[in-house]
């Protein structure tokens, strides 16, 4: 398949997309012939592969994702690969051959779209995206909303949340609107840009947000709470060290992960640190075998993890007797 000179009333110019209930990916056939549809040669997944009219059968290699691009204009990706349709040497003539390359937005990457029969084909959408909260401590969920219009009634199919690169959730739409709640427990705190994809249908194509949402995700302040069972304890006993950690930001929910290290005094008593378990507990059991009796200060540190803050616990004194 070449590019050429746009001719009105070309019927070999012209396309129909029928999106697969499937995959949400489209069989893009020509409106001279029903029956071929855009194909990548070979089923290749390689950069370089040639794309060729094709009798359609439904395969990964015969579907594209229209992609709206910020600048208006709307990049082809190949099911099978991943990759775009593209002029691989950026030609502005007739007769170059098209192919799939990485995706990359380039002008070769790029195609518009001329609606020819609004009645009987799928029509422009717009996709857009919010968050609520924006901004939270890590361990908060956060629900991510993404509202599809068209002119071509109520969208229907789903919405693929992203951030960066990676797929977060495929939401399937209900009145137009898709939503997703995230947990955020266990993330750095930071600032994470969201995106959605719709997958288009019969009567709406494929559309993208065109600028992200921002999540702000703030660090949590933790309180390390340590207690030792039996205390007092005799010569010989096994005592038994517990801390617990919990979040103290305002609205803070969810457990912190990380590590405890216990110590008497600046001595380090556990070579191994203690991992906290799902309720935000970490314990250490030592002897006091060959210690002699009196009053030993004991404190628990917390390493801290991700989006949760070390802190230390109070001292408190155990006794051996």
Known sequence: ??????????????WKF????????????????????????GDSPDAGAGIQLYAYSAQSNEEFEPKLLSTGYYEFIDDNSGLCVSDPNSSTTSG??????????AASESWTLTDLSPSSGPTATTTTISATPT?????????????VTGANGTPTGTVKFYYTTDLLDIATLSAGKGTFTASTNGLPAGTYGVSATYSGDANNLASSTTSNVNVTLKSNT???????????AAVGATITLEAVVTRTSAGATGTPGGTVNFYVGSTLLNSTPAKLNSSGQATFSASTTGIAAGSYPVQAKYSGENGDNASTSSTITVVVN
């Not at 029928?18 to 040669?41: C, D, Q």
């Not at 401590?137 to 509202?147: D, F, H, Q």
């Not at 933790?222 to 007092?232: F, G, R």
């Open 222 to 232: 933790t309180s390390t709470v340590l207690t030792a069972t039996p205390n007092p």
């Open 96 to 105: 170059q051959q098209l192919e799939i390359e990485t995706c990359s937005s």
């Open 18 to 41: 029928t999106a697969s209930p499937v995959t949400g990916y489209y069989e893009i056939s020509t409106y001279n012939s029903s029956t071929l549809a855009w194909n990548v040669v």
């Open 1 to 14: 398949m070449e590019q050429t000179t746009c001719t009105s009333g070309n019927l070999n110019q012209e």
């Open 135 to 147: 901004s939270t401590t890590v361990g908060n969920s956060v629900t991510l909303s993404a509202t």
